[in-house]
């Protein structure tokens, strides 16, 4: 799809790469970001991640950059944290320019990446002073702010260890707290709960929330659709470079009109599940009917696109029993974002 940015960054009035914008609510507008990757061997080829992306996150916002493995997610936050150059298209953060004044981009953002580059050997507390006193607090200071935010952070409990005997969770906060520890106004979260476990990635959905709640813009990337589901206000989904939706949550869903039926043709215990010849006599059976709007074949199963469930489901069941077909379960639900990746990219976050 072609998406537009709310407002064009060249609308913006440019002085000394700090820019005031035409629309105060926006806090990211980026247009046509891109970045190859160039390899470094002769032989190694270029890889094209990100091609020309634009989006607008508002204030006090929580966006998601959707997107499966390689798709340009972690490309675009690292373009926009400053760590990568862009090749071509431009941004505005916070007021300040990406590519004329990346410092000043630099004041206002606070980023936790996927791989943290916390100390093992200090404690947590001690690495909160020591971040604190990197940006330019002075050591009594440093240490007021790193018992704060342990506090604030419900730390406590392991702060005075060593990192190194950290759980993943608890690393996780420790990786929030050091990445807000200048107060930034916009946050990046790469992966935020990547690896973790059930109740340790509901804690992080609290503690994102949490920060959203006091005042910051929070711009995140991950691949786990109840992730943007449940916690993002707006999301993009992008595909091999390029964002294929965007909207809120339920605004995509809503795209996708009517039901969802899935049509299994053989149980989770069956061995070497549904033959191909099964499924692509289904496919072909279901393709032809008339209150179906679309079919894709999904592992053992085929999933259609239809108006109305309740009476979708009889007509199928009497048009597989004519072609001498018997499916192993018919079940039914609402769209959900996979549902929206596939029909943008006729594929499934999952594949
Ligand atoms: N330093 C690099 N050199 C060459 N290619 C790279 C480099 N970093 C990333 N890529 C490639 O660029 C593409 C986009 O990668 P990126 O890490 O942005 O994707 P992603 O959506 O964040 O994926 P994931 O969910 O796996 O982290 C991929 O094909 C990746 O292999």
Redesign the pocket.
């Known amino acids: 799809m072609t998406s537009r940015p709310l407002l064009p960054v060249h609308d913006a009035v440019v002085a000394g790469g700090v820019v005031a914008p035409a629309r105060r609510d926006l806090v990211i507008e980026a247009v046509g970001l891109r970045k190859t990757?160039r390899?470094r061997g002769r032989k190694a080829k270029p890889?094209a991640?990100?091609r020309g992306v634009d989006f607008a996150v508002r204030a006090g916002e929580i966006f998601g950059f959707l997107?499966?493995?390689?798709?340009?997610?972690?490309?675009?936050l690292h373009m926009l944290a400053t760590l990568i150059r862009p090749d071509g298209g431009s941004a505005v953060i916070g007021g300040a320019d990406l590519v004329r004044s990346p410092a000043r981009v630099r004041e206002v953002i606070g980023l936790v990446a996927?791989r943290s580059g916390t100390y093992d050997d200090a404690t947590g507390r001690q690495e909160l002073a020591v971040q604190a006193q990197m940006h330019g607090m002075g050591k009594a200071q440093a240490r007021g702010v790193a018992d704060a935010t342990v506090a604030s952070f419900g730390l406590a409990e392991f702060a005075d260890r060593r990192i190194k005997t950290y759980s993943g969770g608890q690393r996780r906060r420790l990786d929030f707290a050091i990445g807000v520890i200048h107060r930034p106004s916009v946050m990046f979260l790469d992966?935020p709960t990547a690896g973790l476990d059930p109740p340790s990635r509901a804690e992080m959905w609290q503690e994102v929330r949490r920060l959203r709640d006091n005042g910051m813009t929070i711009f995140l990337?991950t691949?786990y659709l109840d992730e943007a589901d449940a916690l993002c206000d707006r999301i993009s989904i992008?595909d091999k470079?390029l964002i294929v939706a965007e909207g809120t949550p339920s605004q995509l869903k809503r795209d996708i009109a009517g039901d969802v039926v899935t049509v299994h043709l053989s149980g989770p215990g069956s061995a070497g599940g549904a033959d191909e010849s099964l499924l692509a006599a289904t496919i072909a059976v279901l393709t032809g009917l008339d209150f179906v709007h679309g079919v894709e074949g999904v592992d053992t199963a085929v999933r259609l696109y239809v108006d109305s469930a309740a009476t979708a489901i009889p007509l199928t069941i009497s048009a597989l029993v004519r072609a001498g077909i018997e499916p192993v379960s018919i079940e039914f639900r609402r769209p959900s974002l996979d549902d929206v990746f596939l029909a943008k990219t006729g594929r499934t976050l999952r594949d």
């Open positions: 990757y390899g890889v991640a990100v997107g499966p493995n390689g798709a340009g997610k972690s490309t675009t996927q992966e990337t691949h992008i470079g």
